[in-house]
């Protein structure tokens, strides 16, 4: 079959449109974790998501994250339109830096969790979770 | 909001630096301003955007919370005390509004 001129335009902008919006979600995590570290080194482990593997209802989804001496943690769902979760802050009167919650997630994705520790270093941990039915409304 | 309740479960008592779970639930839509009603019309965000516990004076925990936090957001967190005294819970919602409870605990 032959493509007219406008229908060839229509593809290919159609086609780079469709390059363009994936890698538009990771930037968006990508920069919330640059303006949460400051461009910092992250090292793997150090903090723990306890994430179902998979989560019948994407509109609840337990999780807790755990990260002994951090004095923050930020949590993301890299996969939501819109992905930060949470930020939490431990102070003096916290027995532990551990915080459970139920949280959206619109598809199976990773939940990013990065912790910033007591020393000014940071780490982070993923973890991915199956979604059967997405929790975002759309 | 008319129908906002918060929940805390906590002991009633601990010893001091023991630790122990404090559970607290709020009901609040948690609208992320990505659902549509009925006529296609987009519903505007409301959320509990920050909550926090302080006890005594002193903060245990302060977060930061976004739309993909579920409705009826749930939080556990773990705390510990070293004279009797008390803990404010506090959310503060989108519009302003700031709701708060108040539990206190004893020394065991």
Known sequence: MTYTRRETLVIGAGGIALLAVTPAMASVVEEAVAAFTGGAEIAEGGVEINA?????????????VSAPGAEEIM???????SP??????FGAGAASQRLSTRIRLARTQDVLAVARMADGSFVQATRNVKVTIGGCGG | ???????????????????FTIKTLISHPMESGLRKDGDGNTIPRQIINRFT?????TNVIDMALDPAVSANPYIEFDAQIDAAGEFTFTWYDDDGSVYTTSNAIDLA
């Open chain 1, 84 to 89: 930060p979760v949470c930020n939490v802050s």
């Open chain 2, 1 to 19: 909001m008319a129908d906002v309740k918060p929940r805390v479960k906590l002991p009633s008592s601990a010893s001091a630096g023991e630790a």
């Open chain 1, 75 to 81: 949590v993301m769902a890299t996969g939501n339109p």
């Open chain 2, 53 to 57: 516990c302080d006890f005594n004076g």
């Open chain 1, 52 to 64: 179902p593997e998979i989560a019948e209802n994407g509109n609840v989804v337990p999780i807790e």
